[in-house]
């Protein structure tokens, strides 16, 4: 099988642009989640495993390849479409996250603007693909930032993090969102499932979601970030719900429940499925999903057709 060109459906502007992601590791909820959640993920390893030592038994850091290190990203749009060019992509999508301290400090702890998500899209000729974010304490001004990314920067997604909040889903909160993301014919997504930071996890279950896509019928939807635990609930929605997709990203491929690879390799799930890294590394996960056993069919699906019509591009 040729190689499918894949599209990234979910990551964040420090993957274009390092220089815009600042210290996010002085927030207690990151340092938390370096320490559990992403203690394996985050250690420097050479290829054959364990780590590298200089002569005389000190230990050194591994060489990364480009583009293949945890929340690293790039110093530049220029190396990251070369990366692209080099590892078999086509498209990334750059949301503008908003993600709000639930717990420690009480202030959004992410906080990036379509302004300059804006300026990577058209940095990038197109390759990057904009997406806006939401903050449910200041509706207005998130809706007006999602008509700007749209109108002025060509936006065909909303990306946002309710568990940050310790909201649900179908929360009256969102709404606006949602009917917003309708008017503009535009896609939505946000994370369901647990989340790796420390935060409120009853409010990512997927089967919240049902309110929303039973009210607005027509909006595509993504449940992004797998779902796990509730793997099974994740895969109901996708399977009976038109307008509902769902994102592997945040997850190594290689560590997706064999539930979930199942129903991705199945008639049930192949064309509901989307590819993503959430920053985990665009060459580690591209190599691991295409190594997944399941069929060329479900790579073509998953890695491109899905994305090109959940986010009607192309």
Not at 6 to 15: F, L, R, S, T
Not at 176 to 205: F, T, W
Not at 222 to 236: I, K, R
Request: proline residues 5%; aromatic residues 10%; hydrophobic residues 40%.
């Amino acid at each position: 099988m040729a190689r499918v060109l894949a599209i990234d459906v979910m990551n964040h502007p420090i993957e274009a642009k390092r220089s815009l992601g600042g210290n996010i590791f002085e927030f207690e909820e990151f340092k938390i989640m370096l320490r559990t959640t992403f203690k394996a993920a985050a250690a420097p390893a050479d290829p054959k495993g364990g780590s590298k030592k200089k002569a005389g038994g000190k230990k050194r850091a591994a060489k990364k390849d480009p583009g293949s290190s945890m929340l690293q990203g790039h110093a530049s749009v220029k190396s990251l479409v070369r990366d692209m060019d080099e590892l078999g992509y086509s498209h990334i999508v750059i949301t503008a996250t908003k993600m709000w301290s639930y717990r420690h400090h009480h202030k959004l702890i992410l906080d990036y603007n379509v302004d300059d998500v804006g300026k990577l899209v058209a940095e990038s000729k197109g390759r990057i693909i904009g997406a806006a974010s939401y903050n449910p304490w200041r509706i207005e001004e998130s809706l007006q930032d999602v008509e700007k990314g749209v109108r002025e920067y060509g936006f065909k997604y909303v990306w946002f993090h309710p568990l940050s909040f310790g909201m649900a889903p179908n929360d009256r909160r969102f709404y606006p969102l949602y009917a917003k993301c309708n008017e503009l014919d535009i896609a939505v997504g946000m994370q369901v499932g647990h989340s790796a930071e420390v935060l409120p996890s009853d409010v990512g279950r997927p089967m919240l979601v049902d309110d929303v896509a039973i009210d607005f019928p027509n909006l595509r939807i993504n449940l992004s970030h797998t779902g796990w635990p509730w793997v099974d609930e994740w895969c109901s929605m996708l399977w009976r719900h038109p307008n509902v997709y769902g994102d592997i990203s945040a997850y190594f491929p290689r560590s997706l429940d064999e539930r979930q690879v199942r129903f991705m390799d199945s008639s049930r799930g192949r064309g509901k499925v989307l590819f993503g890294t959430n920053g985990l590394g665009l060459r580690k996960c591209i190599e691991q999903f295409r190594a997944l056993p399941v069929k060329d069919e479900t790579q073509q699906r998953v890695l491109r057709d899905n994305a090109l019509e959940f986010l009607r591009i192309g």
